[in-house]
Nanobody, 114 residues
Framework: VQLVESGGGLVPPGGSLRLSCAAS????????MGWYRQAPGKLRELVAG???????NYADSVKGRFTISRDSAKNTMYLQMNSLKPEDAGVYYC?????????WGQGTLVTVSS
């Protein structure tokens, strides 16, 4: 299984970005995908998750600003990030879990700065 993120970049405070994660390989339909982020000097944290059935959950810090979605037919997950704040900056990682397996992408950098 391979996960490839894209869509990171530099955006000013208040701006928007859309991240994508394309999954390939032998993937169980019953799975959970999620976005995590890691800021310098901090632990990796869950930003948002989505099940194969479309159930979502968000970190309190991003509720109302970020939206996670997925296209199961394409094995692709998205994160729409609006009203970005400097504290949203970091490396964003795509995660896929099913059965006893846990996969990670290589990460995409999000920088929020004027």
């Amino acid at each position: 299984v391979q996960l490839v993120e894209s869509g990171g970049g530099l955006v000013p405070p208040g701006g928007s970005l859309r991240l994508s994660c394309a999954a390939s390989g032998s993937i169980n339909r019953v799975n959970v995908m999620g976005w995590y982020r890691q800021a310098p000097g901090k632990l990796r944290e869950l930003v948002a998750g989505i099940t194969y059935a479309g159930t979502t959950n968000y970190a309190d810090s991003v509720k109302g600003r970020f939206t996670i979605s997925r296209d199961s037919a394409k094995n692709t997950m998205y994160l729409q990030m609006n009203s970005l704040k400097p504290e949203d900056a970091g490396v964003y990682y795509c995660n896929l879990k099913f059965s006893r397996y846990d996969y990670w992408g290589q990460g995409t950098l999000v920088t929020v700065s004027s």
